[in-house]
């Protein structure tokens, strides 16, 4: 079974940093797409980074582009979500989620999703 295991998040400042890492098992193949999608309450997921291991491209959602930062270790199955900067509209649960054959662009959609995770911004 596909098991995602999330750590990280916690209450920063406008402008400052956190870093999300998940730990990844059971996934069938080698190969797969890998990151976070995010949900405020009462708004729709919305998804925010994810890349592919074959490879290693990397996907952003607009707002996050020069702020978030997503990498792996593949030895490890882990991926980490780096953000910085971060801003009062950051603030969500964040869901790390993967699948095999959905490309990135679908994040929101992936099969298989962790626990989540809250990240927040605080004045």
């Known amino acids: 079974q596909v098991q995602l295991v999330e750590s990280g998040g916690g209450l920063v400042q406008p402008g400052g940093s956190l870093r999300l890492s998940c730990v990844a098992s059971g996934i069938s193949s080698d190969y797969y797409y890998i990151g976070w999608f995010r949900q405020a309450p009462g708004q729709e997921r919305e998804g925010v980074s994810c890349?592919?291991?074959?490879?290693?491209?990397?996907h952003y959602t607009d707002s996050v582009k020069g702020r978030f930062t997503i990498s792996r270790d593949s030895a490890k199955r882990t991926v980490y979500l780096q953000m910085n900067n971060l801003k009062p509209e950051d603030p969500a649960v964040y869901y790390c989620a993967t699948d095999v054959n959905l490309p990135c662009i679908y994040i929101s959609h992936f099969g298989s999703w962790g626990q989540g995770n809250q990240g927040t911004v605080s004045s």
């Open positions: 890349i592919r291991t074959s490879d290693g491209s990397t």
